[in-house]
């Protein structure tokens, strides 16, 4: 109760206080959010793609607040979020993992906000996520990339299996928080699939519609 007087419960998409029968998101909020529809990229190598909102306005600014000022407490909601999309869908995998960031941008923005994500999202469904991959090189952010063929290149081989992961015959399903074009998933569904997992999937919170 001392918390909640300190530090009220907001909205993660407009920062509106919610009442005390509201969660995560506010009513006006929650009414306007509506489901992903219209088509996505597929990533390379990857069997299906599940998408819980659009990548518009206002959850955009939100997931900017989330990866650049600091806002990992929202991961709570977003994982919720994107947990009720996965059960929606009646997606069916053996492991959940994340595409990570590097070691240089996680110590500068403190927390990896797609493992946030997929820990978050795996408690919603009663289950736990592995660290499967790693980002042993650091590049310049994609967000700063336009051009799709650029976007590729610019992530080939800055992914590998961390010491120990054993994927052989797993169905993964792989968790980011945005899709765009689909060249960091893909690059990471095809590390996962040269380890041997027998399928990738993707799940993302937002993804640009094409």
Known sequence: ALLELLYPSKCVLCGKLLDGNETNLCGNCRRALQPFTGKAAKPALTSSVTVAYAYED???????????????????????????????????????????????????RGYDQAELLAKATAQELGRRAEPL???????????????????????????????????????????????TTGATLGEAARVLMEAGAGEVQVAVLAAARK
């Not at 991961?75 to 993992?97: K, P």
């Not at 799709?148 to 993964?172: E, F, S």
């Open 58 to 108: 206002p959850l955009r600014q939100s997931l900017l607040r989330y990866k650049f000022q600091g806002r990992s407490y929202y991961a709570g909601a977003y994982g919720a979020m994107l947990g009720m999309q996965i059960l929606r869908e009646h997606l069916e995998f053996d492991v959940i993992t994340w595409v990570p960031v590097s070691r240089k941008r996680r110590r500068k």
């Open 133 to 179: 991959l790693e980002k042993f090189r650091d590049i310049p952010p994609q967000s700063g990339i336009q051009d799709a063929a650029r976007r590729k290149a610019n992530v080939l081989g800055v992914y590998r299996m961390r010491p120990g992961a054993a994927v052989q015959g797993k169905r993964v399903l792989l968790i980011d928080d945005i899709l």
